[in-house]
Antibody, heavy 122, light 106 residues
């Protein structure tokens, strides 16, 4: 059974930084594209970032480009999201997601973590 | 960027009713469309991918159709457990979600 456990969320001041971590199990992590999707309180879903299996290519939503960095450590089955220059509008639950296919970064997400809450406020 | 327009925003129906949710893409996305169900306090769950392929374990009362720019999620016989918010997602180029449809049971 696939399991994605995200952690690292919390309260941070505007302009601050936070690093999210997602530990995966139940599948061959190194072969799947992974990503992050967020959901502001009471709002819809927003794709944030994606990364290919070998970490050679990364992709970002315009809203976070230049501020967020996605990375992965395939030896540890772990996905990361480094978030810098945080803004109030980054406040959301951040979900770690697994691509449904090994072949394409553009894919449906067949497994989601439980989410970790990030609150940006002074 | 590809925009996804979902309608209606809220739907209220009775148990046993056939209900449909539509999703329109701002440009052709072929069949690169997925549907998700999200219940309060939970992560979204994949229901359908590639416009019409049912994810393993999803009840057969759920079905998807469409291609190009217009897509539909149909629940053939609404059940109490189907009360949730439903999202469409395009994955032709990166990923974009619709704004969601809340399905309520009368």
């Amino acid at each position: 059974e696939v399991h994605l456990f995200a952690s690292g969320g919390g309260l941070v001041q505007p302009g601050g930084s936070l690093r999210l971590t997602c530990v995966a199990s139940g599948f061959t992590f190194s072969t799947y594209p992974m990503g992050w999707v967020r959901q502001a309180p009471g709002k819809g879903l927003e794709w944030v970032s994606g990364i290919r299996p070998t970490a050679g290519s990364t992709y970002y939503a315009d809203s976070v480009k230049g501020r967020f960095t996605i990375s992965r450590d395939n030896s540890k089955d772990t996905l990361y999201l480094q978030m810098n220059s945080l803004r109030a509008e980054d406040t959301a639950i951040y979900y770690c997601v697994k691509s449904s296919t090994v072949t394409d970064i553009n894919a449906a997400f067949d497994s989601w973590g439980q989410g970790t809450m990030v609150t940006v406020s002074s | 960027d590809i925009q996804m327009t979902q309608s209606p925003s809220t739907l209220s129906a009775s148990v046993g009713d056939r209900v449909a949710i539509t999703c329109r893409a701002s440009q052709s996305i072929s069949s690169w469309l997925a549907w998700y169900q999200q219940k309060p306090g939970k992560a979204p769950k994949l229901l359908i991918y590639k416009a019409s392929t049912l994810q393993t374990g999803v009840p057969s009362r759920f079905s998807g159709s469409g291609s190009g720019t217009d897509f539909t999620l149909t629940i053939s016989s609404l059940q109490p457990d189907d009360s949730a918010v439903y999202y469409c997602q395009q994955y032709d180029r990166y990923s974009t979600f619709g704004r969601g449809t809340r399905v309520e049971i009368k």
